[in-house]
């Protein structure tokens, strides 16, 4: 991470990285599964498209225990993009030991097994196709099964380690 000159600004590269993305957007996922110890979900700010044809997304998860390690394991997972009517889950499912799949956060399970918050407006039902290990994190690519819709909010981001309203001010 050096400027032109060929510095980091005094920063380790990795400490570097962490304050470039703080002031960078990114959207919200909140990945569950269902595992036979019971659902998993975490909050991620990775997801992105990677085709249309085949459907796939993409997006990394920091280490492969926990939750994410239930996720990766699991046979399909359901990513929710939330937006910003669900800060509230998304920061349950951003902290470990937090409160997750609660009667009022409304969640529900889909036929096929997955954990499901209805009111969401996407949910991607997905199958990891590939996945790369890198340090400690895992990038995963998943072809996307089939999707549910349900009403439009306004969108949330990821910002300097807080959810955020586009409309919010900084």
């Known amino acids: 991470m050096q400027n032109e000159s060929g510095s980091t600004g005094g920063f380790e590269a990795g400490e570097a990285l962490k304050r470039a993305f703080r002031e960078h957007p990114a959207g919200i996922g909140v990945i569950t599964a269902q595992?036979?110890?019971?659902?998993v979900g975490l909050t991620v700010s990775s997801v992105a498209s990677v085709?249309?044809?085949p459907p796939a997304i993409a997006f990394s998860v920091t280490r492969a225990t926990g939750s994410a390690g239930g996720v990766l394991h699991a046979d399909t997972f359901l990513v929710h993009l939330v937006d910003s009517r669900h800060a509230s889950i998304a920061q349950s499912f951003a902290v470990t030991g937090a409160e997750r799949f609660t009667p009022e956060q409304g969640w529900t399970t889909l036929p096929t097994g997955e954990?499901?918050?209805?009111?969401?407006?996407?949910?991607?039902r997905c199958r990891a196709l590939h996945t790369l290990e890198v340090g400690s994190s895992v990038i995963v690519v998943a072809g996307v099964l089939d999707a549910h819709f349900a009403e439009s909010a306004d969108p949330m981001v990821y910002l300097d380690r807080q959810f955020r309203g586009l409309g919010d001010p900084l």
């Open 115 to 124: 954990p499901y918050l209805p009111n969401v407006r996407a949910a991607l």
């Open 51 to 53: 085709a249309v044809d």
């Open 35 to 39: 595992t036979p110890e019971g659902p």
